[in-house]
């Protein structure tokens, strides 16, 4: 069973920068797409970032330039840099896993975490 653990989630200034990681386990193979989303009250759940073993990383255009996605396969662990942050980027973020789609639909993920909270301040 698949089990998607997320953590550093923390309240910051605008302009600050966060990191999140996503510990992983419970799955074999590599052939995974590993992915980042949020949502904040009152809004629908928004794709952030997603990165495959076969595919290079894609970016929310929200986030492009500010946000980097990385995985450490040795740790099964998926990471997400959060620079310049902003207050419209405060949501509850969740990392979500897939087999293979390269992707940042929510309908192509069935794995996903109980999430971590991002609040930036103006």
């Known amino acids: 069973q698949v089990h998607l653990a997320e953590s550093g989630g923390d309240s910051v200034e605008a302009g600050g920068s966060l990191r999140l990681s996503c510990a992983a386990s419970?799955?074999?193979?590599?052939?995974?797409?590993l992915a980042w989303f949020r949502q904040a009250p009152g809004k629908e759940r928004e794709g952030v970032a997603v990165?495959?073993?076969?595919?290079?990383?894609l970016y929310a255009d929200s986030v492009r330039g500010r946000f980097t996605i990385s995985r450490d396969n040795a740790k099964n662990t998926l990471y997400l840099q959060m620079n310049s942050l902003k207050p419209e980027d405060t949501a509850m973020y969740h990392c979500?896993?897939?087999?293979?789609?390269?992707?940042?639909?929510?309908?192509?993920?069935?794995?996903w975490g109980p999430g971590t909270q991002v609040t930036v301040s103006s």
């Open positions: 979500a896993m897939n087999w293979g789609i390269a992707t940042l639909e929510d309908y192509a993920y069935n794995n």
């Open positions: 419970g799955y074999s193979g590599r052939r995974i797409c």
């Open positions: 990165i495959c073993m076969s595919a290079g990383p």
